[in-house]
């Protein structure tokens, strides 16, 4: 009978390896949720800069979303008249589509993990247009200084009854047809803000009136015009100032996406070695369930042949279907943790609605050190963190406001001057005199007057480029509320959101300060943590497979050889968690220094949006 036992124990020796010193692996256990099947399709273990995402907002970024002012215009027009109305895409799902899935995993580093999922995942890609957009402001802002052209061609004619008894001969309706054709244009001055104006008028009067010395008669006008601020709206570089303003707002937009890409990032580490963990916990209850099943099978064996209790089977079989249980919710674990770091990744080159798995290649690697002190990753954090740098222009954008609204205060006074020249040409008929005097022209009846505008609208215009006929106008505006309440009122907000914006910014330095300090604390503590779980989980191999001799002989009982299994499974699982915690404590302090990108070789530059029109530079 005791070599009986023996034997049965022995299998329990041979099962031993199954609870060796856990060691970081991306292998899965036989049992439980399966992998899915590895693509033979892996990414270069060194990548290429070509293969890094371009994460800084190009110079042609908006192109794709511009149309070309006058090629547009057919499309613009037909589009209008178009009854139907367009469906987006992502309303256009079929049932068809939702029941595909890519089942095929691509076993990735890091690295490889975090460049896909910068180029592919929707969401950070909706953050990268937010600059996009800012940069259209910044070319509205330019739009003010748009040359603007106007045109007017019209003719009218008018018929009405004779009131004057000479206006019309031998008719009883006065007519007259006008032909105008006007052009102008309009430009704001980039120096001094002042409006400048260039209007060109021509008019062609055809009337029946006897009265009418000249008809058909051409009367052109060439006018210029300005508009001057002298006190508001005027001022150095003001004219240009809400440009400056839409620029120092599109790079906060930029600060805020590298924010964003910041986080990003450390978001795509969380999951990816969340998946790590979440294998490795599943293997650590894979393994305590094999164990607990052959403690099972081999205490039903010793039952059956009378040397165990009834009570020590029943322990045993309790154990197990905790460990059963603890797989299946080990399990759940590991399928929310791939389908995270799926979805975030969004490798989906089969373009199906559920993209492919993402298997990690990596394992912790509680050897890496990081030498930063707590006053480096200060120095780090304020000069690489684009959170805090978002909140510096931030400031600076409302210190413009500021300008502006202090601007706004001053009364309004106005310089405004015109001068204009005109001219008339046309068929100039005799017209007789009802007193005697000179004469240029003789009819049947009394000598008559011919004034001298005869010709054509080339003539007109010869005519008024001498300048002969002209106006001129000198105009001087005030004006100023006499509390100037509404100005007083702005002011007053635009500076209460730049010390808002201050003080913001000093309360998420302070923010970063915390997160910098527990980030380095963190880092240590877990870095000790790694080696103490080795050590306990070695020592609790050790004292397990000490119980095991012991049990073998009876000197002990199954619940004292399931307590230190608990033991075991309990420091193997602390040991995961003390391997993945490093590696995200790491992460940790690399994004509260602002250097997770560097760290994962992105370039991530803020662009100068600064862009000068033609029409800007005067």
């Given amino acids: 009978m005791l070599r009986t036992i023996s034997a049965l124990f022995g299998l329990m020796v041979l099962a031993a390896p199954a609870l060796a010193q856990y060691k970081s692996s991306s292998q ?41 002012p006058i090629l547009s215009i057919p499309e613009n027009f037909v589009r209008q008249w178009s009854l139907g109305h367009e469906v987006p895409p992502e309303a256009l799902i079929s049932e068809r589509y939702l029941r595909t899935q890519d089942n095929l995993a691509r076993r990735l580093s890091l690295k490889e993990a975090v460049y896909i999922a910068i180029r592919n995942n929707p969401g950070l890609t909706a953050v990268q247009l937010d600059p996009i957009a800012a940069e259209e402001s910044v070319k509205l802002a ?157 205490n039903r064996i010793s039952l059956q042949v009378g040397t165990l209790a009834p009570i020590d089977l029943q322990e045993a079989q309790s154990a197990a279907a905790t460990a059963e249980a603890n797989v299946y919710a080990a399990e759940a674990a590991l399928k929310t943790a791939r389908a995270q770091l799926r979805q975030d990744v969004m490798l989906n080159p089969a373009g199906t609605f559920v993209p492919e798995d993402v298997e990690p290649a990596e394992a912790p690697n509680p050897g890496y050190i990081i030498n930063d002190t707590e006053e480096t990753a200060l120095e780090k954090m304020v000069e690489y963190s684009p959170a805090l740098g978002g909140l510096r222009e931030a400031i600076r954008t409302s210190l413009l406001q500021v300008k502006y609204a202090e601007n706004q205060t001053l009364p309004q006074l106005n310089l405004g001057t015109q001068f204009g020249a005109t001219a008339v040409a046309g068929s100039s008929h005799c017209i007789a005199n009802f007193h005697a005097g000179p004469s240029n022209c003789t009819v049947v009846l009394a000598p008559g007057t011919k004034l001298p505008f005869g010709g054509i609208y080339g003539t007109a215009l010869n005519r008024m480029l001498d300048a002969r006929f002209y106006n001129y106008a000198g105009v001087l505006s005030f004006e100023m509320p006499l509390d100037n309440a509404a100005a007083k009122a702005a002011l007053a907000q635009a500076r209460i959101t730049y010390e808002q914006a201050r003080m913001q910014y000093r309360e998420a330095l ?17 870095e000790k943590q790694v080696e103490a779980t080795r ?52 992460l940790a302090l690399w994004h509260a220094e602002g250097t997770l990108m560097s760290i994962f070789n992105i370039d991530f530059q803020v662009q100068n949006p600064h862009v000068e029109p033609w029409y800007a530079k005067f």
């Fill in 535 to 586: 050590n306990a989980t070695f020592y609790a191999e050790q004292s397990l497979h000490d119980e095991q001799v012991e049990f073998r002989v009876g000197m002990a009982t199954t619940h004292d050889l399931l307590q230190y299994q608990e033991e075991l499974v309990t420091a193997q699982g602390n040991e995961v968690q003390a391997d993945v915690g490093l590696e995200n404590a790491r």
């Fill in 142 to 298: 330019n739009a003010a200084f748009d040359p603007d052209l106007t045109s007017q061609l019209d003719v009218s004619k008018s018929v009405t009854p004779v009131s004057p008894p000479f206006q019309v001969a031998a008719s009883d309706a006065f007519t007259q047809k006008l032909y105008d054709w006007n052009f102008a244009v309009n430009k704001v001055s980039a120096y001094t803000n002042g409006t400048l104006g260039i209007t060109f008028d021509n008019n062609r009067t055809l009337t029946n009136s006897t009265f009418a010395a000249v008809n058909p008669s051409y009367t052109p006008l060439l006018e210029a015009s300005l508009a001057q601020p002298l006190l508001r709206n005027f001022g150095w570089q003001f004219a240009t100032l809400n440009v400056t303003i839409a620029e120092s707002s599109q790079r906060t937009s930029q600060w805020n996406y590298g924010s964003s890409l910041n986080d990003f990032i450390q978001r795509i580490g969380n999951d990816y070695w969340g998946v790590v963990q979440a294998q490795e916990n599943l293997r650590v209850a894979e393994s305590a369930l094999k164990f607990n099943n052959d403690l099972v099978r081999v």
């Fill in 28 to 68: 899965y256990g036989t049992s439980g949720i399966q992998a899915p099947s590895v693509s033979s399709q892996t990414a270069p273990t060194v990548l290429p800069p070509a293969l890094r995402p371009q994460v800084n907002i190009p110079a042609q970024a908006t192109t794709h979303f511009e149309q070309n």
């Fill in 510 to 526: 302070s923010q970063s300060i915390v997160q910098a300090e527990s980030g380095i604390a963190n880092l240590h503590a877990f």
